[in-house]
């Protein structure tokens, strides 16, 4: 059965502009057909197709069926993102499917890329969170400057992933499960050594990934695995 995106479907039980058309035009569903819908907080809802008005199409919903989560944390990734956005893309789509909570884009001193637009990314979420029948849909945030994100409060657990020789240990042997935990991961020239000591005394504890050096993308998705398996 095909999944629809419809966060306010709790209130308005018609199918957003880009999902009825590709119900009505793509798919060729039709008045009577049964879709399932998700709001994206956690919420499932069984519909059949009740009215079609041009490019409207009203449901009726039929039952709502609560998916649990995963976790009782927040599991929040934040990351320089890489010139190529096609590096980007294929990121938050994998990560979407493994499991996540918050994205934040960080511009960082050794940033490839200092401007970033969300609308794309949404829509990659979105797609992945349907293919991968999620109920819940991570939040994307817009890009931060590196020394703004430190100022945000913080709960739970910090860490900074670098490249730099030091005596780290293996995010996978500290992370506790259970906490909220927020990972951080920088460009492909690495943090500065002065970002890295500036997160430190905030409370960010440097680890590390393993013995590869992995490209951003890579790193951001080996520690969203992390997360995920520690906590699930």
């Known amino acids: 059965m095909h999944v629809f995106y419809t966060p306010d479907i709790a209130v308005n039980q018609e199918l957003p ?7 009505l035009r793509v798919l060729r569903l039709s008045k009577g ?7 994206g907080k956690g919420y499932f809802y069984k519909a059949l ?20 989560s995963q976790w009782e944390n927040c599991l929040h990734i934040a990351l320089a993102p890489t010139k190529n956005m096609d590096r980007m893309e294929w990121l938050v789509e994998k990560a979407t499917e493994i499991g996540f909570d918050k994205l934040t ?3 960082c001193r050794f940033s490839e890329r200092k401007i970033i637009k969300t609308e794309r990314i949404e829509k990659i979420v979105v797609s992945a969170m349907k293919q991968s029948l999620k109920a819940y849909k991570p939040q994307i945030n817009e890009m931060v400057d590196f020394d703004q994100f430190l100022k945000q409060n913080f709960s739970g ?3 900074i992933c670098h490249c730099y ?8 042997d500290v992370l506790k499960r259970g906490e909220d935990v927020t990972v951080m991961i920088g460009p492909e020239g690495d943090f500065s050594k002065e970002e890295v000591e500036k997160a430190e005394n905030c409370g960010f504890q440097a680890v590390s990934l393993g013995k590869s050096r992995l490209r951003t993308e890579t790193a951001a998705l080996v520690a969203v ?4 398996m520690i906590n699930s």
């Open 17 to 23: 502009e880009e999902e009825a058309q590709h119900c």
């Open 33 to 39: 057909d049964e879709l399932m819908l998700t709001d």
């Open 49 to 68: 197709i009740d009215d079609i008005k041009g490019k409207h199409c009203h449901v009726q919903v039929q039952e709502k069926i609560h998916q649990p």
């Open 105 to 107: 884009f960080m511009n």
């Open 157 to 159: 657990q910090r860490f």
């Open 165 to 172: 020789e030091g005596g780290k240990p293996l995010l996978k």
């Open 225 to 228: 695995h992390i997360m995920n």
